[in-house]
């Protein structure tokens, strides 16, 4: 195993898996969620495909987290400039924030709506918004 102190010219691997498994499984909510707006025959199936898929999305963005507190970040190129790294920085974060909230307002909505949030079979999860709370 390398010293966490060495000078990185790569991610981790842990990093660099995480990265592309939920860059699909965004593109996937995304295609799923424009198909669920335009089909009303086979709208049911992708919810109960989306609903899960957010919370893996949920669950994989803390994993995700936790490991990037763990590995040092490669150092940025010397040609970058003090913006370039300040839009980079403040680009990540923001997507931090994103892929965070976005399956919590999920799962808020349809807690308040009184819809059940079914992982699979009997698994469900809790509320976590009142409900009724968006009226």
Same mark, same amino acid.
């Given at each position: 195993?390398?010293?966490?102190?060495?000078?990185?010219?790569?991610? !981790? =691997?842990?990093?660099? %898996?995480?990265? =592309?498994? +939920? %860059? !699909?499984? *965004?593109?996937? +909510?995304?295609?799923?969620? #424009? !198909?669920? *707006? &335009?089909?009303?025959?086979?709208?049911?199936?992708? *919810?109960?495909?989306?609903?899960?898929?957010?919370?893996?999305? $949920? #669950?994989? /963005?803390?994993?995700?987290? #936790?490991?990037?507190? $763990?590995?040092?970040?490669?150092?940025?190129? %010397?040609? +970058?400039?003090? +913006?370039?790294?300040?839009? %980079?920085?403040?680009?990540?974060?923001?997507?931090? #924030?994103?892929?965070? !909230?976005?399956?919590? *307002?999920? =799962? &808020?909505?349809?807690?308040?709506?009184?819809? @059940?949030? /079914?992982?699979?079979? @009997?698994?469900?999860?809790? @509320?976590?918004? @009142?409900?009724?709370?968006? $009226?």
């Amino acid at each position: 195993m390398s010293n966490p102190t060495d000078n990185r010219q790569q991610f !981790a =691997w842990s990093s660099r %898996a995480l990265h =592309w498994l +939920m %860059a !699909a499984l *965004v593109l996937a +909510m995304l295609f799923i969620g #424009v !198909a669920m *707006v &335009g089909s009303l025959l086979g709208y049911h199936r992708l *919810v109960s495909i989306h609903r899960p898929l957010g919370i893996i999305i $949920l #669950v994989l /963005v803390l994993i995700r987290f #936790v490991s990037r507190q $763990l590995n040092p970040l490669p150092p940025f190129p %010397a040609t +970058m400039s003090s +913006m370039e790294r300040l839009a %980079a920085t403040t680009s990540e974060r923001l997507m931090y #924030v994103l892929m965070f !909230a976005l399956p919590l *307002v999920g =799962w &808020g909505i349809l807690s308040a709506a009184r819809y @059940p949030i /079914v992982l699979y079979g @009997p698994l469900h999860l809790p @509320p976590i918004l @009142p409900q009724n709370a968006l $009226l």
